[in-house]
């Protein structure tokens, strides 16, 4: 009977896999925020990296970008549109500034230079309903996320320009009704402008959406009730998300595990459940940020992980961060150049910075005091890369596990929290024994091993021990 148990379970288990793999998903995540003709939004990018990182990790396809130009937001929604065809799912997300002119709704690439009406018609802005019917026309079910409900940046000229002085330029975006099978969302209501939230954080409504949709086993509609809730309480109902749906049947982004039984029938899930290879990856991503004091970097965990089993600790000290002292809520985002967030960054590169090996310790040195711990060894192993990214990911660059000179400049800006780091380039033949706990916190500094200003002296103290030490084994 036992044997026969399992051979049912491993039935439905087969069937769930392959349930999952039918299930197609395909998302199109955008944040621009590095405009050059109007005001730059530093959370868009941002926001847009998030919510990348949340629909990847219950199964979706994403078409990613950030700071896009026309042509490039062109390109992108050309291959979106390809591979949204037929799809069960597709999602459109878009972060950034948004204009509605005579009632219709236009999304702003980077390089827009809108002085007229006629400018955004032939093609300047990027047109909402058009772009929506062209890409995701013959999906299943469509949900659109618009956190683009911004003041006009290029109002004031539309309608000086305007033949008439009669053409109707919103301060928001425009109302929007969704065709069969569709969710549409917006930030705030029709007309009216959205919070872009703290600088080097989510806008309220990412921040919200990113907690909400894929909560395991609750439907698309509840979730957007509590993503209206939560935004409403956050800016202290300065901001209430609006929305149309024709949804029909209910839709799930992550649906609960059913239990199976040996004779009962097998239900395929409607999202992919995580792989068990993924709780070691977020452990991993626990670790290397349980200790530190920088917002960012535990908003990066709550980003790739919403459901996290370490949610309740990331978001207690969140909240210890930002009822301690203002120095522990330094923006780390502030002065850093925006091409940083946007530039890739490859061997050629790295190379091209010209590190030699005592730079390359500074560099892992500076790694582990920011939380990020690596062995400081001079080598870049794969170990190293591995940290690289996941610091990239916590601070909004292109994860590639590689450096380049804007991001090298970015991490020597980064003042640094430090602990007692071992240099594997020149081990003793025995180790010491490890110094107690309490004895560790107290801070360090380390030496110039590379010179000029990587070799700056590290300051700060280690943050959070006590929580620190519970996971420290």
Not at 99 to 118: F, H, Q
């Amino acid at each position: 009977m036992r044997t026969l148990t399992i051979i049912v379970s491993l039935m439905c288990m087969a069937l769930s896999v392959s349930a999952a793999k039918a299930d197609r998903r395909v998302a199109f995540v955008v944040g621009n925020g590095a405009y050059k003709n109007v005001a730059q939004l530093p959370n868009p990018p941002i926001d847009a990296k998030a919510m990348a990182s949340t629909l990847r990790n219950v199964g979706f396809e994403v078409i990613e970008g950030s700071n896009l130009t026309r042509d490039q937001m062109t390109e992108k929604l050309l291959d979106f549109g390809r591979k949204a065809q037929g799809s069960d799912i597709a999602v459109f997300y878009y972060a950034g500034h948004g204009i509605a002119v005579s009632g219709t709704n236009y999304l702003l690439p980077v390089d827009a230079d809108i002085k007229s009406e006629m400018d955004v018609k032939l093609g300047a802005a990027i047109n909402v309903d058009l772009t929506l019917d062209q890409t995701m026309g013959d999906a299943k079910v469509k949900l659109v996320f618009l956190d683009a409900c911004r003041d006009n940046p290029f109002a004031a000229k539309i309608k000086s320009n305007s033949a008439t002085r009669s053409v109707n330029v919103g301060s928001g975006l425009a109302e929007m009704k969704s065709g069969e099978g569709t969710l549409i969302a917006f930030a705030t209501g029709p007309g009216q402008t959205a919070l872009d939230g703290q600088e080097g954080n989510n806008s309220p409504f990412t921040r919200a959406l990113i907690d909400n949709i894929t909560k395991p086993g609750v439907e698309i509609q509840q979730a957007m009730t509590s993503v209206r809730a939560q935004v409403n309480e956050e800016t202290h109902k300065g901001q209430l998300p609006w929305g149309h749906t024709n949804l029909i049947g209910a839709v799930y982004l992550n649906q609960a595990p059913t239990t199976q039984v040996a004779n009962a029938a097998p239900t395929a899930t409607a999202a992919p459940a995580a792989a068990a290879g993924n709780s070691e990856a977020e452990v991993e991503f626990w670790r290397s940020v349980k200790e530190s004091n920088k917002p960012e970097e535990l908003n990066a965990y709550l980003s790739a992980y919403p459901n996290g089993q370490f949610k309740p600790l990331a978001m207690a000290r969140l909240a210890a961060i930002q009822n301690g002292p203002s120095t522990t809520t330094r923006n780390l985002n502030a002065g850093v150049d925006p091409a940083t967030f946007t530039d890739d960054a490859t061997q050629l590169t790295e190379d091209q910075i010209g590190l030699d090996k005592g730079q390359r310790r500074d560099v892992q040195r500076r790694l582990t005091g920011l939380g990020f711990d690596t062995k400081v060894t001079g080598v870049f192993n794969d170990e190293t890369r591995s940290v690289l990214k996941r610091w990239q990911a916590a601070r909004g660059y292109p994860s590639t596990g590689f450096l380049n000179k804007l991001q090298h400049k970015a991490l020597l800006s980064e003042i640094v929290a430090t602990t007692t780091v071992s240099d594997d380039s020149a081990k003793p033949a025995r180790r010491a024994a490890p110094a107690p706990a309490q004895a560790q916190s107290a801070p360090v500094q380390h030496r110039n091993s590379g010179g000029g200003d990587a070799g700056a002296a590290f300051v700060g103290g280690v943050v959070g021990g006590m929580m620190g030490g519970m996971f420290r084994r």
